[in-house]
């Protein structure tokens, strides 16, 4: 039986650690770094007596996520205590929300693919809950012995629950990438997968293709890269189907993915919420969020990615794709919204050009983020104008923003006065050029009147080079034909 044969059911589970400057029961720092033990209270580490106090700030994200995803923002929610067992765990529990969640519902739009056979789709959210952060277990430098660092104890978290609506490894990763941008646009989330910051649970189960009933899944846990993701979806999938095919029985479970072997294995048998014994924490009212409350978040909420990309398009002409890029971070956003506002909307293409494709090589090949770009959004307004008004060739104009990357000139018209780069437009200096390149080169002009379409591009190159690239490209090709008497 083949891969196409089988249907591949995905749902994901997100945490994103909310960037609030204290926990989320504590006043104790969620800084990255510290020193193991450092950053706790009595609160974090369970101590006798002491009542945790939420975070108002914790809260406040909470609701901007829930209004960018067009959820219902619950007027009441309440905090439950999820008991097992863990050593990086004091308390024996974990307040997290269990019925009633702070946000209900919601979708989100993800784009699947790059090319031609793109395609959009609309995901559906289940849930998302504020819940604490179990510390860290510490396997290393240990001499056998395993150390417990709860500098994380407490650290607020927002788990975001998928529908099982997404059917293939590259519409997860879509998923994950959106949802990833998403918290990051609306800053609730720095979104540092490395630091632990952004980790996917990933639910996947197979059924036969036609049927209506989900198959058994398997959760893969805490993976913290999207090409992680793929790969342990992917394995996960193949290695479901041959059980299956090989006469056995997918058994519910967690799992973790070995990112040196390519493969998951199982961490233990999966429970479910009645495992945990879920009860109200007596020690926390019910969270109520006012309508007036919801308004002045929702007040004060930055243009979302749908809308921006929507108005690209509208006002400015852009493809799908070119305002689908452009919105893929609210930082290149910015930095290209400033570029066309520099140099003005009729430019907004050429524009979203150079920050898709000369800007964005150069930084991927620095390995720097956009807000770190030498070229300022001016600057690269400024080259992009003396492009339109013919004073650059687009061969002349990459120097001219290297120059501007190795920070040689202010502006794109400094660096053309200071290096004489201003294109040549002059009908008459480009005709005795090109009368020189005729002279010159007698063979390629008969191989042209011969029917060799080749010749004349030969005829172009070498006029380009006798003005060392400055001739208007467009000018001598239409000289050149007008004296061949093409």
């Not at 829930?66 to 923002?73: K, N, W």
């Not at 189960?205 to 398997?218: C, Y």
């Not at 040549?424 to 009147?449: C, P, Q, W, Y």
Request: glycine residues 8%; proline residues 4%; negative net charge.
């Amino acid at each position: 039986m083949s891969r196409s044969d089988w249907e591949v059911v995905i749902g994901l589970e997100v945490h994103a650690q909310l960037n609030t400057a204290s926990k989320i029961f504590s006043g104790a720092s969620t800084a990255f770094g510290a020193e193991p033990n450092r950053q706790t209270s009595a609160v974090d580490i369970a101590l006798p007596g002491v009542l945790p106090v939420l975070n108002r700030g914790a809260v406040e994200r909470a609701i901007r996520f829930g209004l960018a995803i067009g959820a219902h923002v619950a007027e009441q929610s309440v905090f439950a205590r999820k008991n097992y067992f863990y050593p990086d765990l004091p308390k024996g529990y974990q307040i997290s929300q269990m019925d009633l969640p702070v946000v209900v519902g919601g979708t989100i739009t993800i784009r699947v693919g790059e090319d031609e056979s793109a395609y959009e789709k609309i995901v559906r959210l289940t849930r998302a809950h504020l819940e604490e952060d179990a510390g860290k277990s510490l396997h290393e430098d240990f001499h056998g012995m395993t150390g417990i660092d709860l500098n994380r104890a407490g650290t607020p978290l927002l788990e975001i629950v998928s529908e099982p609506d997404m059917r293939s490894s590259a519409e997860a990763v879509a998923y994950a990438r959106t949802l990833h941008a998403l918290v990051r646009w609306i800053d609730i989330c720095d979104g540092n997968m490395q630091e632990g910051s952004f980790r996917c649970d990933a639910n996947v189960s197979v059924r036969k293709k036609g049927a209506t009933e989900f198959g058994t899944r398997r959760e893969i846990k805490n993976l913290n890269s999207f090409r992680f993701l793929q790969q342990a979806i992917d394995y996960e999938v193949q290695w479901q189907i041959d059980t299956i095919e090989d006469g056995g029985r997918i058994e519910q479970a967690t799992v973790l993915f070995d990112p040196d072997t390519g493969e998951t294995r199982m961490m233990r048998s999966k429970e479910d919420a009645h495992d945990y014994r879920y009860f109200p924490d007596p020690d926390l009212l019910p969270l109520m969020i006012a309508p007036e409350w919801k308004a002045r978040v929702q007040a004060a909420m930055p243009e979302l990615p749908g809308a921006m990309k929507a108005r690209f398009m509208d006002d400015w002409g852009l493809s799908a794709y070119d305002a689908t890029t452009l919105t893929t971070s609210k930082e290149v956003a910015d930095f290209y919204q400033a570029t066309v506002s520099a140099a003005g909307a009729a430019l907004a293409k050429p524009c979203a050009n150079w920050v898709m494709g000369e800007l964005a090589a150069r930084l991927n090949k620095a390995e720097l983020d956009v807000t770190a770009s030498p070229v300022s959004p001016a600057q690269l307004a400024g080259l992009v104008a003396r492009i339109a008004d013919n004073t650059l060739s687009n061969a002349i104009a990459r120097k001219v923003f290297e120059a501007l990357w190795n920070g040689e000139g202010r502006s794109a018209d400094e660096v053309i006065e200071k290096q004489g780069l201003k294109q040549v437009t002059d009908s008459g200096a480009i005709e005795a050029m090109i009368d020189e390149v005729l002279a010159a080169n007698k063979k390629s002009v008969d191989e042209f009147r011969a029917g060799k379409e080749k010749a004349f591009n030969a005829l172009v190159g070498q006029v380009m080079k006798a003005s060392k690239g400055k001739a208007s490209p467009a000018q001598v090709n239409e000289l050149l034909k007008k004296k061949l008497g093409a």
